[in-house]
């Protein structure tokens, strides 16, 4: 298919790579993009320039910073006997902006998955044990993805800390304004084992 | 709201303004290009610095190009008698997709609408009579949105047009693959008024 010029299909073709666009959606971001030249396609090139030449793994926690150390792990305000374990840094965001804790993060950047051949060693599983000891932290907050791999690599963490720490994980149960006919079976059951006297 | 350092929250604001991503995908997407930095991120701002230089409007037809008349309207192959009108870019795109049309293209840049003040002159509509004189056009084909304003143009379009060549419109009917049960009520009325001997 060749329906526009080479450099705009070049732009069509890498923008289709993105997460949540197709080819469709490619085009018609690209066709918007030319109309703001301007006001968009310039400074969304510039941006990304910046970015790339910026961004970078916080040596502390794993969190994308733009310095060494990011600006959570070298803030004083934030506590430091807890650390909030995240499978990535959009679930790290996703805890700061519902704005609940306080304290550190450790980014895993995974979670362990036999079918995708990924273990301990390949996550930040290791570093983690390590920070625990170094930075006297009492308490493990697992905020992991309630999936199957999620929820494995929750127990196996758990057993690596085990005597070292305390270990908790986010609570199971209905979302607030969710509707119990929408839910699936298995939240209704953890909402049901982890109900509480009112 | 302040997760990531500036630049990275800069590229977010900027993605999230393409059409088709919100803020949560926008987040997922910079997220992805700062993983994939080397082999998207760096080709991705380059590629939108080329489309920035160079892409350009025909100034035969309006589509998207990189020289001063685009590969259809300077192409030797296409028929010269018969003239597409599309409402934009990507309509155009999707007719060069189907392949079923050797002629050349008119592309209006939008649709008529009293409501957003667009008239014939925001139009290429003039430049379209213009065209149809200047160039001997035996056919417009009017390759328009089944939409109020799509159609209101066309009709406005037809007027203007009328006596100087014959005015055709694309056939409203049953989708290739289209289940009945599914198609709204204004396709089943215009495929059945349209409905041909066998």
Same mark, same amino acid.
Request: glycine fraction near 8%; charge should be negative; hydrophobic fraction near 45%.
């Given at each position: 298919?060749?329906?526009? #010029?080479?450099?705009?299909?070049?732009?069509?073709?890498?923008?289709?790579?993105?997460?949540?666009?197709? #080819?469709?959606?490619? =085009?018609?971001?690209?066709?918007?993009?030319?109309?703001? =030249?301007?006001?968009?396609?310039?400074?969304?090139?510039?941006?990304?320039?910046?970015?790339?030449?910026?961004?970078?793994?916080?040596?502390?926690?794993?969190?994308?910073? &733009?310095?060494?150390?990011?600006?959570?792990?070298?803030?004083?305000?934030?506590?430091? /006997?807890?650390?909030?374990?995240?499978?990535?840094?959009?679930? @790290?965001?996703?805890?700061?902006?519902?704005?609940?804790?306080?304290?550190?993060?450790?980014?895993?950047?995974? &979670?362990?998955?036999?079918?995708?051949?990924?273990? #301990?060693?390949?996550?930040?599983? #290791?570093?983690?044990?390590?920070?625990?000891?170094?930075? /006297?932290?009492?308490?493990?907050? @697992?905020? @992991?993805?309630?999936?199957?791999?999620?929820? &494995?690599?929750?127990?196996?963490?758990?057993?690596? @800390?085990?005597?070292?720490?305390?270990? &908790?994980?986010?609570?199971?149960?209905?979302?607030? /304004?969710?509707?119990?006919?929408?839910?699936?079976?298995?939240?209704?059951?953890?909402?049901?084992?982890?109900?509480?006297?009112?």
């Amino acid at each position: 298919m060749h329906e526009a #010029p080479r450099e705009i299909e070049e732009l069509i073709d890498l923008m289709a790579k993105l997460p949540g666009l197709g #080819p469709r959606s490619a =085009r018609r971001a690209v066709l918007y993009l030319i109309r703001k =030249r301007g006001i968009l396609l310039h400074p969304l090139a510039d941006a990304m320039h910046a970015v790339a030449a910026t961004a970078r793994e916080c040596v502390v926690c794993g969190n994308v910073t &733009t310095s060494e150390i990011c600006e959570i792990c070298s803030s004083e305000k934030r506590a430091t /006997g807890e650390l909030c374990v995240v499978e990535d840094v959009a679930d @790290l965001w996703a805890m700061e902006r519902a704005g609940v804790f306080k304290g550190r993060y450790h980014v895993l950047g995974g &979670t362990l998955s036999a079918l995708d051949a990924v273990g #301990p060693e390949e996550l930040r599983i #290791p570093k983690l044990v390590q920070r625990v000891a170094d930075e /006297g932290i009492s308490e493990v907050i @697992l905020a @992991l993805n309630a999936t199957i791999d999620g929820q &494995t690599t929750a127990h196996y963490i758990a057993e690596e @800390l085990d005597g070292r720490c305390d270990v &908790t994980s986010l609570a199971q149960g209905v979302p607030i /304004g969710g509707e119990l006919d929408y839910l699936d079976d298995g939240t209704i059951t953890a909402a049901m084992k982890a109900r509480k006297a009112l």
